[in-house]
């Protein structure tokens, strides 16, 4: 008995991280690992619109140990961070209210590129959740929500370090919404894929599992997190997985049927953008997806 338990006493404390893109279905996860009292949420330190001031720009890449940065970060787990004062940071500092929270679970898709940094630095467990490139597409056209690629040019560390054999899609002029979704797609995973054949520890879940399986799914998570998988958190899995629908002008829905949304692109893209994604996220796409899962 002693065996079993000693993994979850020896993660009681240990920082989370969920990362992978935007709209891979991060904040949903995050909440649904935050159920037990023991856990603390804290919402993408990283964005530069709400989340810790010393971040002005988007999608950082911190490589080195540089206290501008992990001090703030150091503070922020600590819950003493220097947050933009929004309802985000409200939710954030909330968190000090009850004293049984102790170990912080940060979901931060916006951190993706410093995910090996922050795992390094700060002894993170961390989650990295894939989504369908056409279904990456498809949520990004529905919130109308572009990408200005110079977050990533204007970062010669990252271009250097990782980015540069993708610098000519990079810079490609007049990108359709499709081409852009597809070459920011890669982008990111390009490296997250580079940082899990790395780091033999971290979590890889795909969107379309967990949206298919949550039960299973989060159980499996809470297994390797070290968390506790109680009925009342299985029942509350089941309410924000089977009981609402996605609305079009919403970024984010937790009560929702998870199955729908893992199959919603469907009958929502043509074949030519789905060529389009799939010539462009090619090798990368094929290692996590197969040739059905491209509705062909």
């Known amino acids: 008995m002693r065996l079993k338990m000693f993994p979850k006493m020896r993660k009681i404390n240990k920082p989370i991280l969920i990362t992978g893109s935007h709209r891979s279905g991060s904040t949903w996860v995050g909440k649904m690992l935050s159920l037990p ?18 971040f002005k720009s988007w999608f950082k890449y911190i490589k080195d ?3 501008r940065y992990s001090l703030p970060i150091s503070r922020a787990l600590k819950f003493r ?27 931060d898709p916006i951190a993706c590129f410093s995910s090996a940094w922050l795992a390094q630095k700060f002894d993170m467990d ?5 989504r369908h490139p056409v279904a990456f597409y498809i949520s990004l056209k529905r919130m109308d929500w572009h990408f200005d690629f110079k977050n990533l040019t204007n970062q010669p560390d990252l271009m250097i370090d990782y980015l540069h054999p993708l610098e000519d899609l ?3 002029e007049n990108k359709s919404f499709a081409q852009e979704a597809a070459i920011l ?14 780091n033999s520890d971290w979590i890889v879940k795909r969107h379309e599992d967990i949206s298919n399986d ?22 509350k899995i089941k309410k924000h997985s089977s009981g609402g629908k996605e609305k079009s002008d ?35 796409a094929d290692k996590y997806y197969k040739k059905e899962d491209w509705n062909e």
């Open 37 to 54: 009292v023991s856990v603390r949420y804290v919402s993408e330190p990283f964005n530069p619109g709400y989340g810790l001031k010393i």
């Open 65 to 67: 140990d540089d206290s």
């Open 81 to 107: 961070g220097n947050y933009h004062l929004t309802l985000p940071a409200l939710k954030y500092f909330a968190n000090n209210l009850c004293p049984l929270k102790k170990r912080p679970l940060v979901k």
């Open 126 to 130: 961390v989650v990295v959740l894939f």
């Open 170 to 172: 990079i810079k490609k």
């Open 185 to 198: 797609w890669l982008c990111i995973y390009h490296v997250l894929d580079i940082y899990i054949t790395q």
């Open 214 to 235: 949550p039960v299973g799914e989060f159980e499996d998570l809470y297994d390797k997190l070290g968390l506790e998988f109680t009925g009342r958190i299985e029942k």
């Open 250 to 284: 919403k970024a984010l829905n937790l009560n929702r049927v998870s199955t729908n949304i893992s199959k919603e692109w469907t009958n929502k893209v043509s074949q030519e953008e789905i060529d389009i994604i799939k010539n462009i996220t090619g090798d990368l």
